[in-house]
């Protein structure tokens, strides 16, 4: 397994894209047999019961993409081993060959990760080859839901933002026969008002279908100043994932900002996890980091800890 993602910045690697792929193959008999364990409506590994429902914890593999990028296969190993049960990768992986993405399914599977979610780029929502090789791709990874990590370049005011709503509806329509759903991830730029009233993100709500994921970023939502657990209540059912990511007001200099780590920062998460829980309709949680004071495995390892420290005491 020689093939690894590359290092890049938190927007510019959504240029990157690979070579089309024309149809679908047809996926292995182990990985069909494997659909029910990947989905994450079905009683995951740890459940506790009927009456208690788990939600597995994952990461966002942009928070160790310089180890991703020097050694895929063994940073996979070390975020299994650090107790993560789902990951989510980014949109390099979209350069994978079909056979090289066979064998990162046949090591999760070795190792006991999941993947229920994918970080794109527009590529991966237009109809023709690229489209077919993300739907690959994602099946053979054993994926849900295909996120649009970033508005394309260009996308500016009223008709650029429909533009992309229509485009995004349609693909949603065009996954959904393969097992897939999409959904759009928010930065701080979609807080913003579109047309002096409406928020961006309220825009995409409103012309998305309802089965469209809304996958909130909860530090970028907290630094814009929205109100992360007022947005899940506005939106029932659609919060199916959420990055927990921190942020408190300073610089990076300060090791503040996005470098805190999980509960470190300002966002009230006793309130924005039992709004995800009773209203959102999360499916699973992703721990996102963009750096901290610490390496990023580390990082990785303090804030699941912190994360399993919240959790049991809530």
Known sequence: ????????????FLTLTGAAAAGLAALATRNSALA?????????????GP????????????????????????????????????????????????????????????????????????????????MAKAIELNQILGTRFLILASEPGGTKGLEGWKNLCDQLTTAAEQLKPHG???????HQSEWAPLDGTQRIMDFIAANTPKEFVLQLDVGTCMEAGGNPVAWIKAHPGRIKIAHLKDWAPGNSADEKSYRVLFGEGVSPWPEIIAALETTGGVEFYLLEQEGSRYPELETAQRCLDAWRTFRAKA
């Open 51 to 130: 009456d208690k429902k788990k939600y597995p914890i994952g990461l966002e593999l942009y928070s160790v993409r310089t180890e991703l990028a020097r050694d895929l296969p063994d940073t996979l190993r070390a975020v299994a081993k650090t107790g993560y049960e789902v990951v989510e990768f980014y949109a390099p992986y979209f350069n994978w060959t079909i056979p090289y993405a066979k064998e990162v399914r046949t090591l999760m599977d070795d190792i006991g990760l999941r993947c229920y979610s994918t970080h794109n780029s527009m590529e991966s929502f237009r109809p023709g080859s690229t």
């Open 1 to 12: 397994m020689k093939q690894n993602a590359q290092a890049l910045t938190r927007r510019n």
């Open 36 to 48: 029910e364990a990947t989905t994450p409506d079905s009683a995951p590994p740890g459940s506790t």
């Open 180 to 186: 897939l759903a999409a959904g759009f991830h928010n």
